[in-house]
């Protein structure tokens, strides 16, 4: 995690662009091009994707610290997606970014440690280990408990990775499960205290260590009790923006030092030109100008 902050400070910006690629975003004389090469196709498809998230990533080089790739948008479109996915998590670490890969495994202990070997660590080929993907954060559901995350934490600490583990999620309905009481508290804040156990044995310089959490800018106030249990925990807040979360309920899930937290805008950056009526030429620019945007409006704020 204290790359992921150095790469904040570095641009003074806490927050992440979200790529989760939909053929209706993209620029029609992108998707024209890749479709007449290879036609109405699984190819023709990733071939535009990977086109549109290159201009993206050069366009927000210099202004955004990290982007996230959800990978569900990727595996739609079979191997060629995945293989488009893959390409984009090497081309921005080229530029410098740190990648979150937004996947949210998880399962019973021995398929957990699959997950994590395919995404955090290594995979054994006949004594051989190699790298299946290579991004340097992944996202995990923590609800099948520890025995699921625990592969995640070990391949973190051996590969200097990092988790973001899901907490109080942004969607509508999250509180029909996550806002129950047990024993007194709310399923999310028993949630967040084994989060800060799960991290407790790795803090890094900047007092937040390898085990982050997922907390939503749509509920605030669910986020300011969470930011109190979990003290060395980054969080990654996703709901600005198109789902109505706004820049003043992000607040609670950062420190008094400003760190604490990275916001992530997928829709709001990605079809910027579309919300403003221009151009599929100018989708970078208006990208990019939406980023800083974003960005002058959250540390205003915090």
């Given at each position: 995690m204290?790359k ?9 910006n ?5 790529l989760?690629p ?6 029609a004389?992108?998707?024209d ?8 196709t ?14 993206l ?5 210099g202004v955004?610290?990290a ?15 995945l ?6 998590i ?10 979150i ?7 019973i ?8 070997a ?5 995979t054994?080929v ?7 993907f290579?991004?340097?954060c ?14 995640f ?5 051996a590969?200097?990775k ?8 942004s969607n509508p ?6 806002d129950?009481k ?24 900047y007092?937040y260590?390898?085990?982050g ?7 605030p ?30 607040v ?7 760190l ?7 829709r ?8 403003q009526?221009?151009?599929g ?5 208006a ?10 409006e ?5």
């Open positions: 204290d992921l902050i150095e790469k904040i400070k570095e641009k003074q806490p927050s992440v662009a979200g989760d939909k053929l209706d975003y993209i620029p004389h992108i998707l091009k890749h479709i007449k090469e290879h036609g109405k699984l190819q023709g498809a990733a071939g535009a994707i990977l086109e549109f998230n290159k201009g990533i050069d366009a927000l080089e955004v610290p982007v996230k790739p959800q990978s569900a948008y990727y595996e739609s479109y079979g191997l060629p997606g293989s488009a996915m893959h390409e984009t090497s081309y921005a670490q080229q530029k410098g970014m740190y990648v890969l937004d996947v949210k495994r998880n399962d202990g021995s398929t957990a440690g699959a997950y994590s395919a995404y955090l660590g290594e054994d006949c004594g051989e280990k190699v790298r299946a290579t991004p340097d992944v996202t995990v559901n923590g609800y099948l408990g520890t025995d699921g995350v625990a592969p934490v070990k391949d973190c600490e590969f200097d990092d988790i973001f583990v899901l907490v109080k999620t309905s999250s509180g029909e499960l996550q129950l047990a024993d007194g508290e709310a399923v999310y804040e028993k949630m967040a205290k084994l989060v800060d156990g799960w991290g407790s044995g790795n803090i890094g310089k007092g260590s390898h085990v959490c997922v907390v939503g800018a749509t509920w106030q669910q986020a300011e009790v969470a930011r109190k249990l979990m003290p060395h925990a980054y969080f990654l807040v996703p709901g600005y923006g198109a789902q109505g979360g706004g820049a003043k309920d992000v609670p899930c950062f420190n008094k030092d400003g604490g937290a990275i916001v992530n805008s997928s709001g950056i990605m079809c910027a030109y579309q919300k009526g221009l151009s030429e100018a989708f970078a620019e990208a990019r100008a939406e980023a800083i945007r974003m960005r002058d959250i540390t205003a704020c915090i």
